[in-house]
């Protein structure tokens, strides 16, 4: 069966950066549409960024355009999400998730079909 392993998360300091990465197995990252979404306690999944493919165009929510960097390296079937000057309001537990080929502006859960176990990202001083 298709996973989605992601990795990286943990305590960061606010205003400081952090990697997380997600990496497919049992297919290859071309098949998908990818992106993150992140899930803070009482609160609603919500869109990080998306990566599409084939094209490999990327998209943001607006409060992480200029601070977040979604990308792929395909032959590690891996994708990551580098976070620059964090908030810690932007503590959550950090989503991987796969949608179909295809598609510019995929930005709601619904739309992915397949999801990491989620990485916690803590953004505390």
């Known amino acids: 069966q298709v996973q989605l392993v992601e990795s990286g998360g943990g305590l960061v300091q606010p205003g400081g950066s952090l990697n997380v990465s997600c990496t497919t197995v049992g297919d290859y990252v071309t098949s998908y549409t990818m992106a993150w979404f992140r899930q803070a306690p009482g609160k609603e999944r919500e869109f990080v960024a998306v990566?599409?493919?084939?094209?490999?165009?990327?998209g943001y929510a607006d409060s992480m355009k200029g601070r977040f960097t979604i990308s792929r390296d395909n032959d590690k079937n891996t994708v990551y999400l580098r976070m620059n000057f964090l908030r810690p309001e932007e503590t959550a537990v950090y989503y991987c998730?796969?949608?179909?080929?295809?598609?510019?502006?995929?930005?709601?859960?619904?739309?992915?079909?397949?999801w990491g176990q989620g990485t916690q990202v803590t953004v505390s001083s």
């Open positions: 998730a796969a949608a179909s080929r295809g598609g510019t502006s995929r930005r709601t859960p619904a739309e992915y079909k397949l």
């Open positions: 990566s599409t493919w084939p094209g490999g165009s990327t």
